[in-house]
């Protein structure tokens, strides 16, 4: 529903935001004001804003990669820059693909690829509940399947050795880095979506070393990371015995490492692992 109001009352709204320290406030009120029920509902909106709530929250949704992603509080807001990591992946997938989208979040990569590619068999895992729910309407219409739990222990066993691109967006931020991060994220977004562990980088080495048992041959693992981390995640995805290549998109400060199943792996050193 879009509101009609006057030029006085959308400046007044503009300059509320806008003293509380919103950058972009008159892009920001044209949004509440588009998206607002009543007039009521919108006084509420901009002062739920006003006072920090991240605009995803206030709204409800997000744009990514020319969706509207819903996004529940206490859910991770999908970044711009992830449509890096949606791109590279895409140009690696066919339809039909098995795509699994680990850490998910609210969904939003894996129902971009989906949109993108037509007809994939998508699934989506996150450890969050809240998380779950919200990922479960925004893969609905693509016929994904969500499920809670820890990565690849909520994955349909027989997914094993037949997933063809394994996206996972995993928290990647060091402890106590965390500290660092805008007053947003820090205060509103969960801690389990941002905590990668002392060098941020424990659950990558977690999925990495998975990710061999579950690729099909020929088949990709691509995460997101920041540019410092690059070296390292690169090295925990080439011990794990996966051919690994780093692309980066300065614009978006986005830098995504692609591992490819090339058929060896430490599980297939020893002839007694099967």
Known sequence: MNLFLDYKTEK???????????VFAEDEARLLISEARSPEDLKKMVEMRAYGLPLEYVVGATEFCGLRIEVDRGV???????????RQAEALSHSSDIVVDLCCGSGAV??????????????????????????????ND????????????????????????????????P?????????????????VALDGGEDGLDIQRRVAEEAPLWLAPGGHLLVETSEMQAPQTLEIFTTVGLT????????????????????????TESPYHK
């Open 76 to 86: 991770f807001v999908p970044r711009q820059r992830t449509e890096f990591l949606v």
């Open 12 to 22: 007044c709204i503009i300059n509320r935001l806008r003293r509380a320290g919103c």
């Open 175 to 191: 402890t106590e880095a965390i500290k660092l991060l805008p007053q947003e994220a820090r205060l509103h977004e969960p801690k």
């Open 244 to 267: 690994t290549t780093v692309a980066r998109d300065d614009e978006l400060d986005a830098t995504i490492v692609i591992g490819t199943n090339s058929g060896f792996s430490k599980y």
């Open 110 to 139: 894996g129902a971009a690829l989906a949109a993108a590619l037509g007809r994939i068999l998508l699934y989506s895992v996150d450890i969050d509940p809240v998380a779950v729910r919200c990922a479960g309407r925004n893969v």
């Open 142 to 173: 693509y016929g994904g399947h969500v499920f809670e739990g820890d990565l690849y222990k909520a994955l349909p066993p027989s997914l094993k050795g037949h997933v063809n691109i394994l996206v996972a967006n995993v928290p990647y931020v």
